[in-house]
């Protein structure tokens, strides 16, 4: 009983002896600990998702705070437990409070459920930095798997002295951690973290922290990247960007570096409330674009390989000997519970798509949800209206380019073309909001075969990819220095010819079965070589047989989608 009443103290508290309440986590009963953690995610103060699977993901039940003050109970009480169908029209990324969000448990879906001990170890690293971090998360295959891990392969030393969690989780294989760091104020952070970290930068660093800003936001995607420090006895490369910089990407798609590495899971931290409702933005228009390239039916595989190569379209690592071409279909096949949470939730609030058995394809289901070995089917609906309004609530700088490439393709004059655009802008002359629904131009963009529309829009991702993409490859030569950035390219090109030769025994692998001279072989196995299909298909533009030839007229843009 004392264990919970000092626990219930420190939930009343949370600006105050956080850490001690992490702490007693561990020997408190499990309901006041579900208890703690659905009060600190409401208000922001815990990073993390409810406690357990099907009270995190059901956002149709009715949550229970616990406050701090009746202020924050009045203000809680306010807010709905489902935000409102058209909160994305008018997002407010001003916003500077948890309890200013469109509904009590928005974002989620963001927050991936992972080891507590790891995360934990994770967290023990962001506190070795005394700058001051708003945002932060944890990334890449050092963190969730990408490939099964042979049994047969000897352990790694690449950690100095790993915490006993990290050695677990990375099965001995000793992968660098990734993270980015979101922080307000570019050139005092800088300041701060060569007064305390100066081995971590290159010789730029000695230029000082001026320099080092104006590195970091003229150049590239606005990131700022100290790759093989030691942080705890852990190997790390983080990476630093201004927050402003970051909500900017993830609403409009201006480089898509940073909003791409968001549309996989990732290992929220620390968050903030502008980023959360930026990054609920972000995850929304992944699947819009995905499927305005998809077609009328497919399956969930299909839709997280559409959406997990978006960001490697154009990637000039992509191009180079310098990534595996298989990643996109390591990433959906070993994640896939994960791609589930992220975007199951977004789907079940889209008018115009849905699981063909919405009963057992649910979140809040484990049968399903923590199965890797179903693959559930989706269906869209292919009116060109809806479609259209896909289109038309697009990101806003992501919106543009699309639009001229078809003013391309269309041929439309100049100065008609600039009266659409300014009919379709987001605000009136009068700076009023006005409703985001797809017209004539964005009804017939919408109606074009599979093939045109992977092709123009294709064209348009790898156009926002490439320069920010290839502009940070070469600043890594300066931010990381000579020795880092070599040692970053040599295992990057192992990791290419990883992929070759694992890409080569599959190969070898199917002619034997072909030829009758291999077993059943192993579902992974053959989930990876489906999924690395469905990826290829996602990303080149070929020909296809379309099925939403036929579809015509321009209905009244009165008939929209009901909300």
Known sequence: MRVTLSFAHLAGRPGLCRHAALRLQESAPLATVARLQKREYATGSEETPLHGSSSAWNSSSTQKSYPSSHASSQTRSQRPDVPPPDWDENPDLSISAFSELPSTNFGVNQHMIINNEFKEALRQILWQFRAPIRYAFAYGSGVFPQTAQPSNKPPTNLHPHPSSAISTVQGGSGKMIDFIFGVSHTQHWHSLNLQQHRNHYSGLGSLGSYVVS????????????????????????????????LCTDLSEWSTLYLAGRLHKPVK????????????????LSAVRTALLLLPEKFSERDLYATIASISYI????????????????????????????????????????????SAAARIDNPSWADDPSLNAQLHQDMHPLKRGNMVRRLPKTFREKVYFAFQSRYRIPQAEFDRMLEDSADEDARGSIKRRQGGVFEQRVASEPRD?????????????????STSQSLKSLFTAGVARSWRYVGEKVEKWREGR???????????R???????????AERGEKRAKGEVEKAKVPEPEENDEKGIEGNESVGEQEKK
């Open 268 to 283: 929220i931290l620390r968050d903030d409330p502008r980023v959360r409702l930026a990054n609920q933005v972000n995850l």
């Open 314 to 357: 154009g990637d000039v690592r992509m191009v180079l000997p310098a990534e595996d071409k298989s990643k996109v279909a390591n990433i959906v096949t070993h994640q896939l519970p994960n791609f589930r949470r992220l975007y199951a939730p977004l789907i079940d609030t889209l008018p115009n798509v849905s699981f063909v058995d």
């Open 513 to 523: 079965a072909k030829d009758g001279g291999a077993g059943d072989g192993g579902g």
């Open 452 to 468: 045109v529309l992977a092709r123009e829009v294709g064209g348009v991702i790898r156009k926002t990819i490439w320069w920010p």
């Open 501 to 511: 030769r694992r890409e080569k025994e599959r190969g070898e692998e199917a002619s």
């Open 214 to 245: 104006r590195v970091q936001d003229d150049v590239g995607a606005g990131v700022y990247f100290n790759p093989f420090v030691t942080v705890n006895g852990t190997l790390i490369k983080y990476g630093v960007v201004n927050i402003d910089t």
